[in-house]
């Protein structure tokens, strides 16, 4: 593969063992593919070596053969595969990384379509391409698959509600419009709000967002790429567990009276757990916490783990689970989190339900499982609390590796 691509983020692999050579024992590419042609040959280190890559790995193939020999890692969405000819004709290597980048979300996160609404870019939008100036928006569609809306203002804020909505707002000036629509006023409490298939966030001119939109694609291959990072800040689902996390989310208010951050990370599809459940049980994860947010319980049916947020199954829903390694080591939590043995084996048990598992800890690497992949606490905290940032979440999480020594 071209080294234009290598140096655009997308790594097409041909040996594993040589690549991690190459790269210091790590391949942190924005996106891997692998030719189906040599996943047979490939398959057994890319399995050992999951660890050491990043989260997007892509396999093209032909033959349902070649599909086969990897249906375990497609099943636990370690990786996912695309045939050949959905990728179809292109005309050079940003557009053809940009079919894949569409392809490896379509299938990581199971969703046929999406509508991706920016609102309130009263003064950016004109620096945008294909803004219609009687309109006052941007509107594209990518691939029948991806519907844009730039609107400069909320009186033209329509939804389709069976797809995917993902709404990134300026200074909360849809929030009552977003809180009368999509809000259910009968939950009891913001964490059993419904919220399936939407993402919501303000940003203003002192969040990363505005250094993203003040910086208008100057292509459409660069603006259908800043899109689909923008669909996966959307997409990803996160549940924290961490006490100091939980602790700093639940006392601290953010800009729209009344909504405590966690709240609105609800919103950004980060669940912050603040209790664990066992036999309808509560009990909170640490006693600095004072007000109740999401809940987890992990109970065990038929030797599989059924993770259960906010007493909702999430299973298969949820890509990426984040826990601080103090607490999921400490003998008072082990029985609500379904801890039975060493902690290697229930990370093993709770990839098969979520793929994508991180340890935290303020103390470096040490004594985290070689299955696990490591997230210092000083970033989840920038990323979470400091400087709520979930477009950098998710670039951090989808590319994060570590390296092992097996």
Same mark, same amino acid.
């Given at each position: 593969?071209?080294?234009?691509?290598?140096?655009?983020?997308?790594?097409?692999?041909?040996?594993?063992?040589?690549?991690?050579?190459?790269?210091?024992?790590?391949?942190?590419?924005?996106?891997?593919?692998?030719?189906? %042609?040599? &996943?047979?040959?490939? $398959?057994? =280190?890319?399995?050992? /070596?999951?660890?050491?890559? +990043?989260?997007? #790995?892509?396999?093209?193939?032909?033959?349902?053969?070649?599909?086969?020999?990897?249906?375990?890692?497609?099943?636990?969405?370690?990786?996912?595969?695309?045939?050949?000819?959905?990728?179809?004709?292109?005309?050079?290597?940003?557009?053809?990384?940009?079919?894949?980048?569409?392809?490896?979300?379509?299938?990581?996160?199971?969703?046929?379509?999406?509508?991706?609404?920016?609102?309130?870019?009263?003064?950016?939008?004109?620096?945008?391409?294909?803004?219609?100036?009687?309109?006052?928006?941007? %509107?594209? &569609?990518?691939?029948? $698959?991806? =519907?844009?809306?730039? /609107?400069?203002?909320?009186? +033209?804020?329509? #939804?389709?509600?069976?797809?995917?909505?993902?709404?990134?707002?300026?200074?909360?000036?849809?929030?009552?419009?977003?809180?009368?629509?999509?809000?259910?006023?009968?939950?009891?409490?913001?964490?059993?709000?419904?919220?399936?298939?939407?993402?919501?966030?303000?940003?203003?001119?002192?969040?990363?967002?505005?250094?993203?939109?003040?910086?208008?694609?100057?292509?459409?291959?660069?603006?259908?790429?800043?899109?689909?990072?923008?669909?996966?800040?959307?997409?990803?689902?996160?549940?924290?567990?961490?006490?100091?996390?939980?602790?700093?989310?639940?006392?601290?208010?953010?800009?729209?009276?009344?909504?405590?951050?966690?709240?609105?990370?609800?919103?950004?599809?980060?669940?912050?757990?603040?209790?664990?459940?066992?036999?309808?049980?509560?009990?909170?994860?640490?006693?600095?916490?004072?007000?109740?947010?999401?809940?987890?319980?992990?109970?065990?049916?038929?030797?599989?783990?059924?993770?259960?947020?906010?007493?909702?199954?999430?299973?298969?829903?949820?890509?990426?689970?984040?826990?601080?390694?103090?607490?999921?080591?400490?003998?008072?939590?082990?029985?609500?989190?379904?801890?039975?043995?060493?902690?290697?084996?229930?990370?093993?048990?709770?990839?098969?339900?979520?793929?994508?598992?991180?340890?935290?800890?303020?103390?470096?690497?040490?004594?985290?499982?070689?299955?696990?992949?490591?997230?210092?606490?000083?970033?989840?905290?920038?990323?979470?609390?400091?400087?709520?940032?979930?477009?950098?979440?998710?670039?951090?999480?989808?590319?994060?590796?570590?390296?092992?020594?097996?």
């Amino acid at each position: 593969m071209s080294k234009d691509l290598r140096k655009k983020g997308l790594y097409y692999s041909e040996d594993i063992k040589s690549a991690l050579s190459q790269f210091r024992d790590r391949i942190p590419h924005d996106l891997i593919v692998i030719d189906g %042609k040599i &996943i047979s040959a490939l $398959k057994e =280190d890319l399995k050992k /070596n999951l660890i050491k890559l +990043s989260n997007r #790995i892509l396999v093209i193939y032909e033959k349902d053969e070649e599909k086969k020999e990897i249906e375990e890692l497609i099943s636990l969405k370690k990786i996912v595969a695309a045939e050949k000819n959905e990728i179809g004709s292109c005309n050079g290597f940003d557009e053809l990384y940009n079919k894949m980048r569409l392809l490896w979300i379509q299938k990581f996160f199971n969703v046929p379509t999406i509508t991706l609404c920016l609102c309130n870019l009263k003064e950016l939008a004109p620096k945008w391409r294909y803004y219609n100036k009687e309109k006052e928006e941007v %509107k594209k &569609i990518i691939n029948n $698959k991806i =519907d844009i809306i730039i /609107n400069c203002s909320d009186s +033209s804020l329509s #939804i389709d509600l069976t797809k995917e909505i993902i709404i990134i707002d300026h200074h909360y000036e849809c929030f009552d419009k977003i809180e009368e629509t999509f809000l259910d006023k009968s939950a009891t409490n913001f964490s059993e709000l419904c919220l399936k298939h939407f993402y919501y966030e303000p940003w203003d001119k002192g969040s990363y967002l505005s250094f993203i939109f003040n910086s208008p694609p100057q292509n459409e291959n660069e603006f259908i790429r800043r899109i689909l990072e923008f669909v996966e800040m959307g997409l990803l689902k996160v549940i924290i567990l961490d006490e100091r996390i939980a602790e700093k989310a639940t006392t601290e208010e953010i800009m729209k009276k009344g909504l405590f951050l966690w709240k609105m990370l609800n919103l950004q599809q980060v669940y912050v757990v603040t209790h664990l459940v066992k036999d309808g049980k509560e009990m909170p994860i640490s006693p600095a916490i004072k007000e109740k947010g999401n809940s987890l319980e992990i109970k065990r049916e038929n030797n599989n783990f059924i993770i259960m947020l906010n007493n909702k199954k999430v299973n298969n829903n949820f890509q990426c689970f984040i826990g601080h390694k103090t607490l999921v080591n400490n003998p008072e939590f082990r029985p609500y989190l379904g801890i039975e043995s060493t902690l290697e084996e229930w990370i093993g048990e709770m990839e098969r339900a979520i793929p994508i598992i991180i340890l935290d800890s303020g103390r470096g690497e040490v004594d985290i499982p070689q299955n696990a992949k490591f997230l210092p606490y000083s970033y989840l905290e920038e990323m979470v609390i400091r400087n709520t940032n979930k477009y950098r979440l998710t670039n951090h999480i989808l590319r994060l590796t570590r390296t092992v020594q097996f």
